[in-house]
């Protein structure tokens, strides 16, 4: 089993995040409360889904149980034309960069 690990980081006032593992409570609270520390630095402009996100580029093997998992977190069918399913992240950050989302750095840090 893949360890469960995070790696959040901003870019140009984007946030970039990297998830891996299985997640059990502890790790997924934790995650919560880093994830809205970088929110309330970037509270001045659009970022997330409770702060009106606007894109999302998903990067991972097609997987049908982690597709529904993730659509449930986020209505997919009310924001279908502004989220990306890619494989590599170069692709994820290029559909970002058409839609206007630049980064500094075009990489997955972990």
Do not use: E
């Given at each position: 089993m893949i360890k469960a690990n995070y790696f959040i980081r901003t870019d140009n006032n984007e946030v970039v995040v990297h998830v891996k593992g299985a997640w059990d409570l502890a790790i997924a609270e934790k995650f919560s409360q880093e994830f809205k520390k970088?929110?309330?630095q970037l509270n001045h402009t659009p970022w997330a889904q409770v702060?009106?996100?606007t894109h999302t580029a998903r990067?991972?093997?097609d997987h049908a149980l982690k597709?529904?998992?993730l659509?449930?977190?986020l209505d997919a069918e009310k924001h279908k034309d502004n989220?990306?399913?890619v494989e590599n992240s170069s692709e994820?950050?290029?559909w970002l960069t058409k839609h206007g989302?630049?980064?500094t750095t075009a990489k997955v840090v972990a």
């Open positions: 970088v929110g309330r702060n009106n996100m990067v991972y093997k597709t529904y998992q659509n449930r977190m989220i990306c399913h994820g950050f290029a989302f630049h980064v």
